[in-house]
């Protein structure tokens, strides 16, 4: 008989087993009553429950198990009240009938359903504001006022804009699977888009962390149910080795550190040796693989005078190429500026501007600052400066691009 545990002890053995449960539990009662609403009540009923049970009851073995029987026999007893089909009383019945029996093993059903569950999330008959959301909340468990809070919108805006989501799946009829063959070569970067998005908006100078920390794990996620997808391994190594240098991007003070102030003694060695075995699996030439390889030369540098621009200058032609955008030109003219000179990366830039694709974005003006400043002009760097900060809407991008005219100003 088990003993009852400490009120704080069961409360973070429920979050810790909610992280990995929660989006289980989820996929499996949607695959098998078509409910998305009453999966997720049950789901989150399940947590309720073991919060208030636990400390009495002490922790389970199987804490996943336990929570998948309440989430279970919660969806049946709504059923069976609202006269449902048998078949699928039925299906319900047998699914997890004890908490004793073991968590399902990676390629069981209930791994094709958390893939399902994704690919569903991020179909793209979806706005991808709804996909980030949908994803957010029922692959992540986010609670729906944190996704408020982080998308900017009011609980009650975002409550109506999953309830839209979860409509127009069931409206247009979207399948609730993996697609398979073309269709999958087709919807996957989809799919690497959402996690990728939801990773920088964590990850930006204002963003919220555990959004880029979510995307972390539902890579990792992705790429356990799908080692076969060279592109999701290459999404995976590339958010790691940016996010291990979280701690590192700020001073004492907060505030933000460029890559070459960073102390690269605070990266996180573990997440950079991960990404590294994931970009090892790497076998094809897209464009996370190009960005993960851009990465992973910053992560790998002792010092920033040791990075190998001219490397990073032959990914970024080769990302022009395949996926041509004015912010990849962008980039592409900073990694010459480093390789080949000042003067040649503001060529580039001149050329990236050329189109009007960075009309009014600020790094095209920090860019031209910093690679000015590298010619010699520190007084026409300091007013660029200036004139980014300017245009840039996070306070601390402001303050950081500030400091850098004030560093060159006479």
């Known amino acids: 008989m088990r003993t009852g545990a400490p009120v704080g002890a069961a409360a973070e053995a429920v979050a810790a087993a909610g992280v990995e449960a929660y989006p289980r539990i989820v996929a499996t009662l949607i695959r098998v009553t078509g409910d998305w609403a009453l999966a997720e009540d049950c789901a989150q ?41 048998r078949r ?5 019945a047998l699914l997890t009938p004890s908490d004793a029996q073991p968590e399902p093993e990676v390629g069981e059903d209930v791994v094709d359903d958390r893939l399902r569950l994704i690919f569903t999330c991020c179909h793209p008959a979806l706005e991808m504001e709804a996909r980030v959301a949908l994803t957010l909340r029922t692959v992540c468990g986010v609670p729906t006022a944190d996704i408020a ?23 247009a009829g979207i399948p609730y699977r993996v697609p398979n063959g073309p269709a999958l070569t087709e919807r996957l970067p989809g799919v690497l888009a959402v996690l990728y998005l939801l990773f920088t908006r964590g990850y930006v100078a204002d963003g919220e962390p555990a959004f880029a920390d979510e995307a972390v794990r539902l890579a990792r996620l992705l790429d356990r149910l799908m080692p076969e997808q060279s592109e999701v391994a290459a999404l995976l190594a590339l958010v790691l080795f940016q996010h291990s240098r979280r701690d590192a991007r700020r001073d004492a003070a907060g505030n933000l550190l460029t890559l070459e102030r960073q102390d690269r003694s605070l990266w996180d060695r573990a997440a950079i040796a991960e990404g590294l075995d994931a970009l ?3 076998r094809h030439d897209g464009p996370y693989a190009w960005q993960a390889r851009i990465a992973a030369c910053h992560a790998t540098s002792a010092s920033a005078d040791d990075t190998d621009w001219p490397t990073i200058a032959r990914a970024y032609d080769a990302l022009a190429d395949i996926r041509p955008s004015p912010v990849i030109a962008l980039n592409r003219a900073v990694a010459h500026g480093y390789a080949f000179g000042p003067a040649v990366g503001l ?24 690679l000015v400043a590298r010619q ?10 200036r004139e980014a900060a300017v245009m840039v809407g996070s306070t601390a991008e402001r303050r950081a691009l500030r400091d850098r005219a004030a560093e060159l100003a006479p």
């Open 347 to 370: 060529v580039l830039l001149d050329a990236a501007r050329a189109g009007g694709g960075l009309d009014g974005y600020p790094l095209a003006v920090a860019v031209e600052a910093d």
């Open 376 to 385: 010699g002009d520190r007084r026409r760097a300091a007013a660029l400066f």
């Open 280 to 282: 090892f699996r790497v």
């Open 45 to 85: 009923e399940a947590l309720t429950v073991a919060l208030e049970r636990w400390p009495a009851d002490g922790v389970p073995a199987n804490p996943g198990g336990w929570l998948m029987t309440v989430a279970r026999n919660r969806a049946l007893d709504v059923l069976r009240r609202a006269t449902v089909e």
């Open 149 to 171: 809070r982080l998308l900017l919108v009011t609980e009650s805006a975002m409550t109506r804009r999953l309830t839209r989501a979860r409509t127009r799946i069931a409206q």
């Open 88 to 92: 699928k009383l039925h299906d319900l």
